[in-house]
């Protein structure tokens, strides 16, 4: 079940991004010399569940959180499932959501940033129609790795 997250839910969250970008992002943010930014990560969350233009929604099995996306100003902004619940579906499941609920706001095109060494994510963005964009940003945390932006037409 997808729902709505709750305005009190930002440890949640932060929860489910934390396990899924530890284990994904240790080649890039290895845990020894950057442990993860939960004051950072948090403080994104609670601006994005306090935001009227993003939509936060979590994904529960057997009434437990397994996997979040956020969607808001034309963006895929964040995806994550749980290390222990990948592989069955609940990433195609969020995804397919955030891009229904882009189109229901109105956009004809959709955007996301990814990191540039995951190569998971971009394999899994590549294989549902997003392109590389050409844009690129630093991310804020340490060590600053680079962001490559997707597009794709909803």
Do not use: C
């Not at 010399?33 to 979590?58: K, R």
């Not at 706001?105 to 190569?119: D, I, P, R, S, V």
Request: no cysteine.
């Amino acid at each position: 079940m997808i729902r709505p997250a709750r305005p009190d839910e930002s440890e949640t969250l932060l929860r489910i991004q934390r396990e899924a970008a530890v284990a994904a992002f240790a080649h890039i943010f290895p845990p020894d010399l950057y442990p993860f930014p939960d004051e950072g990560v948090q403080a994104q969350w609670l601006d994005a569940l306090a935001d009227p233009e993003i939509e936060v929604y979590v994904l529960e099995l057997d009434g437990e959180p397994a996997g979040s996306v956020a969607v808001g100003y034309g963006f895929l902004r964040n995806l994550y499932v749980l290390p222990e619940r990948q592989g069955a579906g609940l990433g195609e499941s969020l995804h397919g959501h955030a891009l229904d609920r882009l189109r229901a706001l109105g956009f004809k095109q959709a955007k996301l940033w990814t990191l540039e060494g995951n190569h998971g994510a971009r394999r899994f963005y590549e294989r549902r129609g997003w392109s590389l964009n050409g844009e690129t940003r630093e991310v804020p945390f340490p060590p600053n790795p680079l962001d490559v932006g997707y597009s794709r037409v909803l």
